[in-house]
């Protein structure tokens, strides 16, 4: 699956997977009651700079971890606030800033694990800047040639934090 070309945020598919270990893949996480994932909540700024993962409803979450707190937000939504891996932190510094192809070795392995994405992904692409797969979907989506983009640019658009806070867009 390529997350890229899913309806979901960037910190969903950059960031979500850093919560799992290697035998979690996506399809053990988005259920058909997963909404989204976010850098914060703007109601809540205790939350920032946490992982707010938003469900519709959970009837059970998935035992991976104990560490997380719970609320429900103002729309009747789950929220699940996990804090960032201390692990992964140089990595969270990076999605920030739209440095993907930054990311380290690891935790790029890790993000394609997860979305079991292989090198004809987009996602692939734009950890590790391959050009191939990218390049007719940027000309037609964004009438972008990557030829004409700098060696040091990323493939992909930094965050907006209008996607990547919960209430930021009205949600």
């Known amino acids: 699956m390529d997350p890229l070309k899913l309806k979901v945020n960037l910190t969903t598919a950059f960031m979500l997977p850093m919560l799992y270990d290697q035998s979690f893949k996506h399809s053990d996480i988005l259920t058909n009651t997963f909404i989204d994932t976010y850098i914060a909540d703007l109601d809540k700024p205790e939350n920032d700079n946490k992982l707010v993962v938003r469900y519709a409803t959970i009837t059970d979450l998935p035992s991976w971890t104990d560490t997380y707190s719970l609320y429900t937000s103002e729309d009747e939504s789950m929220m699940v606030i996990y804090e960032v891996p201390e692990i992964y932190m140089d990595e969270y510094g990076k999605f920030l800033i739209g440095d993907y192809s930054k990311f380290s070795k690891k935790y790029k392995e890790q993000i394609l694990k997860f979305w079991e994405a292989d090198k004809y992904t987009f996602i692939y692409g734009v950890l590790y800047k391959h050009k191939d797969e990218l390049n007719n979907f940027m000309m037609e989506t964004l009438d972008v040639d990557l030829d004409f983009i ?22």
């Open 150 to 171: 700098s060696v040091d640019a990323e493939y992909w658009k930094p965050p907006n934090l209008k996607q990547e806070i919960f209430g930021m867009k009205g949600d």
